[in-house]
């Protein structure tokens, strides 16, 4: 991000703000969504990071360092969100679906809906990894950066979220597996 | 799925697919409610100078009321006790800043220009907007590109030497009375005493993937700044 529109807009330039929320919104909805899976409460997220950025901004010391911290703004009302979401929305358990698949179940090709399910059952901490590091393509230190944990333990987020989706994967053709076999 | 690999694959290709989020709204809502939400002073700042705060209010507080004596003394009848009576001149202050704030530095550049010269075809959906600004103007919607550019009124000239003289400039003929590029990622332009700095986000940072951006953003900007400077 361009230093210069982040130290304007540290010392209350409106216009440099305008420039950096709309270069970030886009980013920021996107990134939200796929967090919290759901399009309402990633608008929220989106739109209480970006107040926050103008809030908070005079105390952003490097203005080099806007990207991770914005990012971890991102993240933490995403984190908000969710906490809400959960206070008030009946706590859904998602079952493998019992519906025919390819013959090839073990297939690279993953059918969405089943990477919707499992990626779902992830935890907050493993999905917010996940879309940092193979969404917004943050290396894993700055994935550690944002989110204010050593990289070991980011590398090790991202490690057990792929094992439980891989987990979740095959629970989900499990079903379909053992019916075939009959 | 037979192996992390592939599953961390489909997931990579799952989170890119496209899902059709828009965030204007939000942005609009955002940009409303900075109109009413004040920034939060740097608590950092004041902690590190906690001794410096006292005798600061205190030398402030003391420049106030010398101040006040001096208006005071110069308002009185002859100039003051005893003094010569002065004539009154034109000093430059405020007035200079109210001639520039009569000026809207989104009068040289159209919305629609700005969209078209960055590839967009039609209309742009947002307004280029000086946010009450007499110096800045940002136009959202681009074609890709985020500009902004400011206005600098009077004393451009002095500006516009000293950037001249830094590291990685490289001349830009044609435009203006001079042009010149920055590494920053700006197209600065001078006019008499007038200069324009058109700035494109990202564009001080080099894409090793895609070798033609800087070419790209260097066309755009002078596209861009033709126009401005034949309003300049």
Same mark, same amino acid.
């Given at each position: 991000?361009? #230093?210069?529109?982040?130290?304007?807009?540290?010392?209350?330039?409106?216009?440099?703000?305008?420039?950096?929320?709309?270069?970030?919104?886009?980013?920021?909805?996107?990134?939200?969504?796929?967090?919290?899976?759901?399009?309402?409460?990633?608008?929220?997220?989106?739109?209480?990071?970006?107040?926050?950025?103008?809030?908070? $901004?005079?105390?952003?010391?490097?203005?080099?360092?806007?990207?991770?911290?914005?990012?971890?703004? $991102?993240?933490?009302?995403?984190?908000?969100?969710?906490?809400?979401?959960?206070?008030? #929305?009946?706590?859904?358990?998602?079952?493998?679906?019992?519906?025919?698949?390819?013959?090839?179940?073990?297939?690279?090709?993953?059918?969405?809906?089943?990477?919707?399910?499992?990626?779902?059952?992830?935890?907050?901490?493993?999905?917010?990894?996940?879309?940092?590091?193979?969404?917004?393509?943050?290396?894993?230190?700055?994935?550690?950066?944002?989110?204010?944990?050593?990289?070991?333990?980011?590398?090790?987020?991202?490690?057990?979220?792929?094992?439980? $989706?891989?987990?979740?994967?095959?629970?989900?053709?499990?079903?379909?597996?053992?019916?075939?076999?009959? | 799925?037979?192996?992390?690999?592939? +599953?961390?694959?489909?997931?990579?290709? &799952?989170?890119?697919?496209?899902?059709?989020?828009?965030?204007?709204?939000?942005?609009?809502?955002?940009?409303?409610?900075?109109?009413?939400?004040? =920034?939060?002073?740097?608590? &950092?700042?004041?902690?590190?100078?906690?001794?410096?705060?006292?005798?600061?209010?205190?030398?402030?507080?003391?420049?106030?009321?010398?101040?006040?004596?001096? +208006?005071?003394? @110069?308002?009185?009848?002859?100039?003051?006790?005893?003094?010569?009576?002065?004539?009154?001149?034109?000093?430059?202050?405020?007035?200079?800043?109210?001639?520039?704030?009569?000026?809207?530095?989104?009068?040289?550049?159209?919305?629609?220009?700005?969209?078209?010269?960055?590839?967009?075809?039609?209309?742009?959906?947002?307004?280029?907007?000086? =946010?009450?600004?007499? &110096?800045?103007?940002?136009?959202?919607?681009?074609?890709?590109?985020?500009?902004?550019?400011?206005?600098?009124?009077?004393?451009?000239?002095?500006?516009?030497?000293?950037?001249?003289?830094?590291?990685? +400039?490289?001349?830009?003929?044609?435009?203006?009375?001079?042009?010149? &590029?920055?590494?920053?990622?700006?197209?600065?332009?001078?006019?008499?005493? @007038?200069?324009?700095?058109?700035?494109?986000?990202?564009?001080?940072?080099?894409?090793?993937?895609?070798?033609?951006?800087?070419?790209?953003?260097?066309?755009?900007?002078?596209?861009?700044?033709?126009?401005?400077?034949?309003?300049?």
């Amino acid at each position: 991000m361009d #230093t210069d529109l982040v130290r304007l807009a540290q010392n209350g330039d409106k216009g440099a703000f305008t420039s950096l929320a709309a270069a970030l919104a886009d980013r920021f909805l996107a990134a939200s969504h796929r967090i919290l899976r759901d399009l309402g409460l990633a608008e929220d997220a989106t739109q209480q990071a970006l107040l926050s950025i103008w809030r908070d $901004l005079p105390q952003l010391r490097d203005p080099a360092r806007f990207d991770a911290w914005s990012y971890r703004l $991102l993240v933490r009302a995403c984190y908000v969100e969710a906490d809400q979401a959960r206070r008030w #929305t009946p706590n859904i358990r998602l079952l493998p679906a019992d519906e025919p698949m390819a013959a090839d179940a073990m297939s690279t090709v993953v059918d969405r809906d089943q990477l919707e399910r499992g990626f779902r059952r992830l935890s907050l901490d493993h999905r917010t990894v996940v879309v940092l590091h193979h969404y917004l393509d943050l290396p894993l230190d700055q994935v550690a950066e944002t989110l204010a944990i050593p990289v070991g333990t980011a590398a090790s987020r991202l490690h057990y979220a792929v094992k439980g $989706l891989r987990a979740a994967l095959d629970a989900d053709a499990r079903p379909t597996k053992r019916r075939d076999a009959q | 799925m037979s192996t992390d690999r592939d +599953v961390t694959r489909a997931l990579r290709s &799952w989170l890119h697919e496209d899902a059709h989020e828009d965030a204007e709204r939000v942005l609009n809502l955002v940009l409303e409610e900075i109109d009413t939400t004040p =920034q939060r002073r740097a608590a &950092w700042l004041t902690r590190r100078f906690p001794l410096l705060t006292k005798s600061f209010r205190f030398a402030a507080l003391a420049a106030v009321i010398l101040v006040a004596v001096v +208006v005071t003394i @110069k308002l009185l009848p002859g100039g003051g006790i005893g003094g010569p009576t002065t004539t009154p001149t034109a000093k430059p202050s405020a007035s200079a800043a109210s001639t520039v704030a009569a000026f809207d530095p989104c009068s040289l550049l159209t919305a629609t220009e700005a969209f078209q010269a960055g590839g967009g075809t039609g209309v742009p959906n947002s307004k280029a907007s000086n =946010q009450g600004s007499d &110096w800045y103007c940002v136009f959202p919607e681009t074609g890709g590109y985020l500009l902004t550019f400011t206005y600098d009124a009077h004393g451009g000239a002095t500006a516009f030497a000293q950037q001249k003289k830094g590291p990685g +400039v490289q001349a830009v003929p044609g435009i203006g009375d001079d042009a010149i &590029w920055l590494p920053s990622g700006k197209l600065a332009i001078l006019k008499g005493d @007038k200069e324009v700095q058109i700035t494109i986000p990202g564009a001080d940072q080099p894409n090793p993937s895609d070798p033609g951006k800087e070419a790209r953003d260097l066309a755009f900007a002078k596209a861009v700044g033709a126009i401005i400077a034949g309003r300049m």
